[in-house]
């Protein structure tokens, strides 16, 4: 495709002048890239730079990361979400320490055969860290393509991704590492997905087709996204003895395996919760309403009312976990849609 051959010089100088200083980037071997790439996906740069620090730092290499417990795995990724990525990290670990010998494959075809490596994350370790020629295509990959082209293909549909890579194989320079970087660079920086492009500053500006027409508002094309689910939720921060009532989530579906407050599927009123709590056989000295909170998953959202409630005692069922600050930092992992109640709950036990 004569019309891309002509991004490759422009993009690859505007990148070596402006790419930015990251963690993975100052030593990409095949393990950090690997991590890093699976924490960028769904997360920011910025949120993800101290996750990466602080994993590395207890998991440095790929024997580590397969023999940790799901316990201290989950802790560490508490609050960056999608938490079967780093279950597959740690299975996939475990693949590559029984049928590699330990060493993450450079092939874009065996690394596509471990759990959690797609299309996407194949390309990114065997291009940047193994110098193959693959490309990496994500969404931001996509965006600047299809844009550049002033090509109407839905980004979403599977077929619109193989295209591309198809296509991208035929410009891949001898510098595909940093070729791939610098498609996702100007996708994050300057083709940016939300708000208007940075035309001005774009090193492709002369090739664009969308600039040309002014067609960034229709193009990428993208699916119809459906409405998000609300569930209405009341939750309980049950106090004792400078320690907060905890429940461990079923060990599938959304949250699996982390640690939550006790919570209702049901919006209640203060008049309800006394109710519920007496039903309950829970005898609260003080019960106080909380701030509303909200938290959205990609296809649902949980509207949530919390509720502190002083007990006098523990209470006696063994579901219950009473976590003290100590362990509410260091052992349980409790997912970011509880974190106004968490961060409220540090600063009643601290
Ligand atoms: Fe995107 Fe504008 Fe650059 Fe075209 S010129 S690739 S629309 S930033």
């Known amino acids: 495709m004569k019309e891309l051959e002509v991004i490759v010089e422009p993009l690859l100088e505007w990148f070596y002048k402006n790419k930015r200083e990251l963690p993975w980037r100052s030593d990409p071997t095949p393990y950090h890239v690997w991590i890093s790439e699976i924490m960028l ?22 024997s580590s990361l397969a023999s940790v417990s799901d316990e201290e795995l ?6 960056l979400g999608y938490y079967n990525r780093a279950r597959n990290l740690k299975k996939a670990a475990g693949v590559i320490v029984k049928e590699y010998e330990g060493v993450i494959p450079g092939t874009y075809e065996e690394l596509l055969t471990l759990p959690g490596i797609g299309s996407y994350t194949a390309g990114a370790i065997s291009s940047i860290a193994y110098k193959k020629k693959v ?7 996509l965006r600047v393509v299809m844009r550049v082209l002033g090509c109407f293909k839905n ?15 035929k410009i891949l320079p001898e510098d595909v590492s940093s070729f791939n970087q610098a498609l996702m660079e100007l996708g994050a920086l300057v083709c940016v997905p939300n ?25 990428p094309v993208r699916k119809e996204k459906k409405k998000r689910r609300i569930e209405e939720k009341t939750v309980f921060i049950f106090y ?3 320690k907060v009532a905890l429940l461990k989530r079923k060990e599938t579906g959304l949250l699996a395996g982390l640690y939550e407050f006790p919570n209702y599927d049901k919006k209640m009123t203060q008049k309800e919760v006394l109710k519920y709590l007496k039903e309950k056989k829970i005898e609260a000295l003080k019960i106080e309403e909380l701030p509303f909170a909200k938290h959205i998953f990609s296809h649902v959202e949980w509207h949530m009312q919390g509720y502190k409630i002083i007990l006098d005692d523990f209470f006696e069922t063994e579901e219950y976990i009473w976590s003290d600050l100590k362990d509410l930092n260091e052992k349980y992992a409790i997912p970011s849609a509880f974190i106004t109640y968490l961060e409220l709950v540090k600063k009643e036990i601290e």
């Open 41 to 62: 996906q769904q997360t920011r740069v910025e949120a993800v730079k101290e996750y990466y620090k602080r994993f590395l730092n207890k998991l440095p290499d790929v």
């Open 74 to 79: 989950m802790k560490l990724w508490e609050g």
């Open 135 to 141: 490309p990496a295509v994500d969404g931001n990959v």
């Open 155 to 169: 980004i979403d549909d599977a077929k619109t991704k193989k295209w591309l890579e198809e296509e991208l194989i």
């Open 195 to 219: 708000g208007e492009p940075h035309c001005m500053n774009c090193p492709l500006q002369k090739y664009c087709k969308t600039f040309e027409h002014s067609l960034f508002q229709e193009i």
């Open 240 to 242: 004792s003895k400078g």
